[in-house]
């Protein structure tokens, strides 16, 4: 299974934003340095361009007019149409002015007054006793500065949807070259901890079966007991995963190893008691019986020491839980129904169907259908129904085994 970053545009849109955040108002405060940078440079183009502008005109205007300008209406109406046709140069507006007084003479504007504004071009006629002035008019700069504050901020716009783009693409492919790097590595990983992990497997049921067949040996079974409760636990969990939700592959496999260790509580139990030929006593019996509670502790140590563990957990269920009856009469808690464990109450028939199965130093072995008939019997009371139905499914299955066995 390769690594993936599970909703990859959420990553994506919040680097966008990010850039955003930061090249948005940076942009706007270029843009308006661009701006007074622009209107400054403007105004001293301006101001270079008017001033010669008003050179020529003060040329012309010493051509056009006799010395010392009286006022008359034909030299008036001279310098009045030179003045419409010359006076707006540059975004300026030029005014003729009497030296001595400051009255206007002419200008492009009827009716106009004296200028207020400081002019950025300035020259004097003496000959004429007139001042030829040019006043900045701001519309025309204005003008000019927006014509190029458009143009810049269409220019930032271009340049941050390019840089959005593009940071947009560099992070997806470095996303997903992220990814595809982490999904090498994870796919190594797995490897190497599927190879440890069944390497484990194999050395925890190593030691598992050699511990339940230490058990088995004081007892004069062999590992063939061990062998078939686990192939019963295993018929039995696959019928019942059709049937039970809470019974999974998982579960099967955990009962089916731990399944052994049913009776390894019986390395605790005296020999002359364990493996007499004879009746029991029911003094003898009460110690035999001890072997849930000695099981049941041996895992719970075990348990300590490892920390928690289903394998663990079902361990102890199984040992301590597989001789609880379903009527609530077994041993050794007098557990009743539900309250059994249900990987207990599996093994419960699977063990018992194996000792009616089994020839022992006590008795013979029985047919499979008398341990069937003993088995429906017993549902309700010993067993599991739910278990008992699953057996009747599956007898043929039991059947194989017991044939298989005596092979």
């Known amino acids: 299974m390769s690594l993936r970053i599970n909703k990859r545009w959420i990553l994506v849109v919040l680097v966008v934003a990010g850039q955003l955040a930061l090249l948005i108002p940076g942009s706007w405060w270029l843009a308006g340095q661009l701006n007074r940078a622009m209107r400054d440079i403007a105004e001293q183009r301006l101001a270079v361009a008017t001033s010669r502008h008003v050179i020529q005109i003060a040329g012309l205007i010493e051509d056009l007019l006799p010395n010392d300008y009286d006022g008359a209406a034909e030299d008036h109406f001279k310098l009045q149409q030179l003045i419409l046709r010359t006076g707006r140069p540059y975004g300026a507006t030029l005014f003729v002015i009497r030296t001595s007084s400051g009255q206007i003479v002419a200008s492009p504007e009827p ?70 790097r982490l999904a090498d590595i994870n796919i190594d990983l797995e490897a190497l901890v599927k190879s440890r992990s069944q390497d484990l497997l194999k050395s925890r049921s190593a030691v598992i079966f050699g ?20 192939l019963y636990v295993r018929i039995l969990g696959d019928d019942l995963k059709r049937i039970l939700p809470e019974v999974d592959d998982e579960f099967v496999n955990t ?62 269920e199984i040992c301590s839980a597989h001789h609880e009856h379903w009527d609530g009469k077994g041993y050794p808690f007098g557990l009743k129904g539900d309250t059994i464990p249900l990987s207990a109450r599996i093994v419960a028939l699977a063990d018992v169907y194996d ?17 069937r008939e003993y088995i429906v019997k017993e549902s309700g009371s010993h067993f599991d129904p739910a278990v008992v139905k699953a057996f009747v499914r599956c007898e043929e299955a039991f059947k194989n085994v017991v044939q298989a066995d005596e092979v």
């Open 111 to 180: 009716a106009a007054t004296a200028p207020e504004t400081k002019p950025i071009a300035l020259r004097e006629l003496p000959a004429l006793g007139l001042t030829l002035l040019a006043v900045p008019h701001e519309g025309d700069v204005a003008s000019l500065v927006e014509q190029f504050d458009t143009y810049v901020r269409w220019v930032i716009i271009a340049l941050l949807i390019v840089v959005v783009l593009g940071s947009t693409l560099l992070t997806t492919f470095i996303v997903r070259r992220y990814e595809s």
């Open 211 to 230: 511990l339940a067949m230490l058990a088995e040996s004081r007892d004069g079974e062999t590992g063939q007991h061990l062998k078939r409760i686990r």
């Open 255 to 316: 009962i089916e190893e731990t399944s052994a260790l049913h009776d390894i509580g019986k390395v605790g139990v005296p020999d002359h008691v364990l493996r007499t030929p004879e009746q029991l006593t029911e003094q003898e019996r009460k110690i035999i019986r001890k072997h849930t509670f000695i099981g049941f502790d041996t895992m719970i140590a075990v348990k300590r020491q490892w920390g928690d563990d289903p394998f663990l957990t079902t361990a102890c």
């Open 355 to 371: 000792a009616l199965t089994s020839r022992r130093v006590y008795k013979d072995a029985v047919s499979h259908d008398s341990a």
